[in-house]
């Protein structure tokens, strides 16, 4: 059973509007969450990630916010820029163990 | 700069051939992984190693093995290969404790005909 979950496939935002990607999980021993890019032909990279004992962290254009009552995460990106358009992926991890991995969500931004 | 190479981007195989995908490290990384990236059905394990000669069953290990006789190299061994493990293989590695990511390799684009 898919333990983490991405429910919208695609997502289609004007430049220069706000992005908004989210992520469900089930497992509570879930310690750790990140976000990566991937672009077509190239492996994924990493985006910006949380630790399960904060809500939010920023970089830059990006923003993670947890919360762990509702088991969900999201990715903000604000402004948008075309060149974010990519498969974006959220991951979580129980510590020292694998990584799990949502099915993905494609972001358009349209200049 | 870390560093995660895949042996080949693209490798065009015969069904029934034995096939293997190399993955080397310069990380010093004790975690070692093998995904699958299928359309709508994101990154899938296969297989992980958290120290040589470990390894431990993924989600989709059937048709699949793997070898770690080196700290830093990972491979992974289609033993037959099939026309459903046509995909996009990444490798990607990581330390085992503490809150870091993973990283990933360029990936290997497997078509098997």
């Known amino acids: 059973d898919q333990q983490v979950k991405q429910n919208s496939p695609s997502l289609s935002v004007q430049e220069g509007r706000i992005s908004i990607l989210n992520c469900d999980y089930t497992?509570?021993?879930?310690?750790?969450f990140l976000w990566y890019k991937k672009y077509p032909a190239e492996g994924p990279t990493f985006l910006i990630s949380i630790s399960s004992i904060k809500d939010k962290n920023e970089d830059g254009r990006f923003t993670v916010f947890l919360n762990k009552s509702a088991k969900h995460l999201s990715l903000h990106i604000v402004p948008s820029q075309p060149g974010d358009s990519a498969v974006y992926f959220c991951a979580a991890r129980a510590t020292g163990n694998q990584f799990y991995f949502g099915t993905g969500t494609s972001l358009t931004v349209i200049p | 700069d870390v560093k995660v190479t895949q042996s080949s981007r693209y490798l065009v195989k015969r069904t029934g051939e034995k096939v293997f995908l190399e993955c080397v490290q310069d990380m010093d990384h004790e975690n070692m992984f093998w995904y699958r990236q299928d359309p709508g059905l994101g990154l899938r394990l296969i297989y992980f190693?958290?120290?040589?000669?470990?390894?431990e069953k993924g989600d989709i290990p059937e048709g699949y093995s793997v070898s770690r006789e080196k700290k830093e190299r990972f491979s992974l061994i289609l033993e037959s290969a099939s026309t459903n493990q046509t995909s996009m293989y990444l490798c990607a590695s990581s330390l085992l404790k503490g809150t870091t990511e993973a990283f990933f390799g360029q990936g290997t684009r497997l078509t098997v005909v």
């Open positions: 497992n509570s021993m879930f310690d750790y």
């Open positions: 190693s958290y120290d040589v000669k470990m390894k």
